[in-house]
């Protein structure tokens, strides 16, 4: 089923986090309908860097490829900023949909950008946004790769005139709207008083951000479509790595983490090493 498809279903799509292959097969097999590819993520686990716009379109794209490969599920991708300018967004749907994406998330701050949940933030003008908008929608082969526009406007100009750039942005052809980083309940709860029903409305849960965290029923009672945990995943394995880390110090081996990892056979297990070879087998064999 396409992106397109599932969000016209009433129930809340909810899209993990993932950064790699691994992370993409592993949520996958949990029963996730969506993943999203966050650039964050990878700029996190790639880089061993912050999320401050250093990420490039080359090695978003690669991710991204080599997530399709690994995995069918539809894929939202993080396109930052469209990394530059009109032309420059047009060349990023290009990249992203030839190599798999379902959905380019792209947003309203200046280039270099900044995570949407860091303070000093700046903003282009609504309308070239609006123009970055159009300019994707045309470059895109098909109408169903779908762009979500972000507008990260509430930390910069306020909520009202986030609104503004919302109606603005899904004039523009906005396929699905991302008002980032409301910094309470009732701003979460008034986005979709403007714009429920009009376009699907995503919402962004990050651990320790500015928006408090709600969960996937809650966030469909009161009129979301998607709800993303871009990075928690990589949260999540950064603090089992550095515990990890320093039990292999303290101790000079494994064995007292042994129960919190999978060993040789487990992790092969997951990642279907048998069932590879297998395959690569009966090609060998063929006459």
Do not use: W
């Not at 686990?45 to 379109?57: A, E, K, Q, Y």
């Not at 929608?137 to 100009?157: F, G, K, N, P, Q």
């Not at 004039?171 to 699905?176: K, L």
């Amino acid at each position: 089923m396409s992106l397109a498809t599932r969000l016209k279903a009433p129930e809340i799509l909810v899209a993990p986090g993932v950064y790699d292959g691994l992370t993409a097969a592993i949520a996958a097999e949990a029963g996730f309908e969506a993943l999203y590819l966050s650039g964050a993520a990878v700029a996190y686990t790639r880089l061993g860097r912050p999320d401050i716009g250093l990420t490039s379109v080359t090695e978003m794209t690669d991710t991204m490829a080599l997530i399709r490969d690994r995995v069918d599920l539809p894929v939202i991708v993080d396109a930052d900023t469209g990394f530059g300018n009109a032309l420059n967004a047009q060349r990023t749907m290009r990249f992203y949909e030839r190599a798999g994406a379902s959905a380019l998330q792209v947003e309203d701050q200046t280039f270099p950008k900044r995570c949407g949940h860091l303070s000093d933030k700046s903003l282009i003008p609504m309308g070239e946004m609006v123009g970055k908008i159009a300019a994707m929608a045309d470059a895109r082969a098909s109408a169903e790769t779908l762009i979500i526009a972000r507008t990260d406007a509430i930390a910069v100009e306020g909520f009202t005139a986030a609104l503004e750039r919302a109606h603005a942005y899904v004039e523009a052809g906005a396929d699905v709207l991302f008002i980032e980083a409301p910094r309470s309940g009732d701003e979460l709860r008034e986005v979709p008083k403007h714009f429920a029903g009009r376009v699907p409305l995503l919402a962004n849960m990050v651990e320790g951000g500015a928006t408090p965290l709600q969960g996937a029923s809650d966030l469909e009672e009161i009129g979301y479509s998607i709800v993303i945990f871009p990075g928690g995943i990589v949260r999540a394995l950064a603090k089992t790595a550095g515990d990890y880390y320093a039990s292999l110090k303290a101790h000079g081996s494994n064995r007292p983490f042994s129960d919190r990892m999978f060993d040789f056979n487990g992790l092969n297990d997951r990642i279907g090493t048998r069932d590879m070879l297998a395959l690569g087998q009966s090609y060998e064999d063929k006459k």
